[in-house]
Nanobody, 115 residues
Framework: QVQLVESGGGLVQAGGSLRLSCATS????????MGWYREAPGKQRERVAT???????TYADSVNSRFTISRDNANTTVYLQMNSLKPEDTAVYYC?????????WGQGTQVTVSS
């Protein structure tokens, strides 16, 4: 059973924007930190951005000032707004949550940025 459902990936030109969404259940979302990670071909999965339950956000240096993470408590959804995209942002993006001692990952959504 898929606990985190991502959407919003696609193909975009350099300088463009995309918004990723991660929908989950109240049980996983409420009171827990959420995050976005990415995995590029031949590279290890890396943290992109995280947001706490009280909406404090942190970002990887490589995306700071270009990406914005947010959460919609009413819809138990986390978003990642990605602006000024670069070819090096090309990767599969994963949503992540830690809830009740368990680690949850989404299935991933592909983001491809052409030069």
């Amino acid at each position: 059973q898929v606990q985190l459902v991502e959407s919003g990936g696609g193909l975009v030109q350099a300088g463009g924007s995309l918004r990723l969404s991660c929908a989950t259940s109240t049980r996983i979302f409420n009171g827990n930190n959420m995050g976005w990670y990415r995995e590029a071909p031949g590279k290890q999965r890396e943290r992109v951005a995280t947001i706490t339950s009280d909406e404090r956000a942190t970002y990887a240096d490589s995306v700071n000032s270009r990406f914005t993470i947010s959460r919609d408590n009413a819809n138990t959804t986390v978003y990642l707004q990605m602006n000024s995209l670069k070819p090096e942002d090309t990767a599969v993006y994963y949503c992540r949550a830690v809830a009740m001692g368990y680690l949850y990952w989404g299935q991933g959504t592909q983001v491809t940025v052409s030069s």
